[in-house]
């Protein structure tokens, strides 16, 4: 059963902020990229145990499973689920401090 997805503000910024840093340079790597964001998160809907489970010390944060966008190694998708939904949380480099990242 496909789970309905949520994309929260922060994940739809997060989404506009690489692509514009994207497109800077390459702007069909930017669209490139905004297609596989879209593509691997429908894919997570149908199967959302692929992602990883990801533990942090801060307990607002349990739950989260990420998942690296297709051909964006460097960018993590981080989401949490529920009986019906994929709620995507951010979208985020996987160099930068994460748990910090994420508790903004």
Do not use: C
């Not at 309905?4 to 702007?27: M, P």
């Amino acid at each position: 059963m496909k789970l309905r997805i949520v994309r929260h503000r922060k994940a739809k910024r997060d989404a506009l902020q690489i692509f514009v840093a994207i497109g800077e340079d390459n702007i069909d790597a930017a669209e490139r990229f905004l297609r596989a964001l879209n593509d691997d998160i429908h894919n997570l809907a149908e199967m959302p145990g692929m992602g990883a489970r990801r533990h942090f010390s801060n307990p607002k944060l349990s739950n989260i499973r990420s998942w690296p966008v297709s051909g964006f190694l460097n960018y993590l998708i981080f989401y949490q689920l529920n009986d019906t939904e994929i709620q995507v949380i951010r979208v985020i480099h996987g160099a930068r401090d994460l748990e910090k990242a994420l508790a903004e």
